[in-house]
């Protein structure tokens, strides 16, 4: 089930440095998701790790932009056409986490455990998008990636696709990579090393996610002197599961993590000099 909960929190305290104002205004519609959620989270003893989750979606939301500019076609140069493809994979991985982490306060306001492990599984993956595009682009300038390979894998998160509706498609990245290439950047990010242990993480919530015991044994006790399996009239997250609202908040920490690194890195893309003279004119 991964580290205990003391460690997500010392995790979140070391590693966001987000100060938000406590008169942040949130949409009415939010925020009265947000306080029934907290509700919940209150009555199983989570009240810190919920809130940090809010500062966290809010600076997560501030991040998102309303409009991405990109050139026609047969205007761009192999500067160009990288740049473009970054801010589109970090805003589209950005929105989504956002969404995610709205959809997690309806889970945990309606106390469906299931939902919750869903979207959190949902929320890991496109946080890792993030941290493995870290990855990736760092080994660029390193001069470890060629510009082909930067190029084919940019591509990947922006049109990538694996049903066959969309053949002319390149191949997606499959996410189980996301998750270990991110887990392997992170230690570079903190001064202790820490890990994270996110594809421990990952494999404990698809439990849940399929139709294994974990997703099974949700809503119901067991009564052996009687011999009765008792199911719940009503889903409830409880302190026994309530792990997976700490994976949630761990997962928004994370986001702003590799998306403060993530930036940094296309700044200095934007610097970068060192660029193939390639024709572009039908791209």
């Known amino acids: 089930m991964g580290p205990p909960f003391f460690v997500f929190f010392v995790f979140q305290r070391k590693l966001i440095f987000v100060a938000r104002s406590s008169q942040k205004r ?4 939010v925020r009265v998701l947000f306080e029934k959620a907290k509700e919940v989270a209150d009555r199983i ?10 500062e966290h979606y809010l600076e997560a939301s501030d991040r998102c932009e309303a409009v991405v500019t990109f050139r026609p076609k047969g205007s761009h140069c192999s500067k160009s ?4 493809n970054c801010s589109m994979m970090r805003q589209n991985a950005l929105r989504r986490v956002v969404s995610l982490t709205r959809g997690g306060f309806h889970m945990i306001e309606s106390e469906n455990v299931l939902g919750l492990a869903l979207i959190t599984r949902a929320h890991m993956e496109s946080t890792c998008q993030i941290g493995y595009y870290c990855a990736v682009v760092r080994s660029f300038l ?5 510009y082909k390979s930067l190029y084919e894998k940019l591509l990947k ?4 696709a ?8 390149p191949n997606p990245i499959n996410v189980l990579y996301y998750v270990e290439k991110s887990e392997k950047y992170f230690p570079r ?3 202790q090393k820490e890990k994270l242990d996110l594809r421990d993480k990952y494999d404990f919530l698809s439990e849940f996610c399929h139709p294994n015991f974990c997703s099974s044994i949700v809503g119901h006790n067991f009564d052996p002197s009687e011999g009765k399996i008792v199911y719940d009239e009503v889903d409830k997250i409880d302190k026994k599961n309530s792990v997976i609202l700490d994976y949630l908040s761990v997962m928004t920490a994370l986001l702003i993590v590799f998306d403060n690194e993530f930036s940094q890195l296309k700044a200095e893309l934007a610097e970068y000099t060192h660029w193939p003279n390639l024709d572009f004119r039908n791209n």
Do not use: R, Y
């Not at 989570?46 to 809010?54: I, P, Q």
């Not at 056409?81 to 473009?84: M, N, P």
């Not at 390193?142 to 060629?146: Q, S, Y």
């Not at 998160?157 to 990538?160: D, L, Q, S, V, Y």
């Open 26 to 29: 949130l949409s009415k519609v």
């Open 45 to 54: 003893g989570c009240s810190e790790v919920f809130e940090a989750m809010l």
């Open 81 to 84: 056409i990288i740049l473009q």
């Open 142 to 146: 390193d001069g470890n990636t060629a």
């Open 157 to 160: 998160a922006t049109i990538g």
């Open 162 to 169: 694996s049903h066959e509706m969309f053949s002319s498609a």
């Open 189 to 191: 990010l903190n001064e």
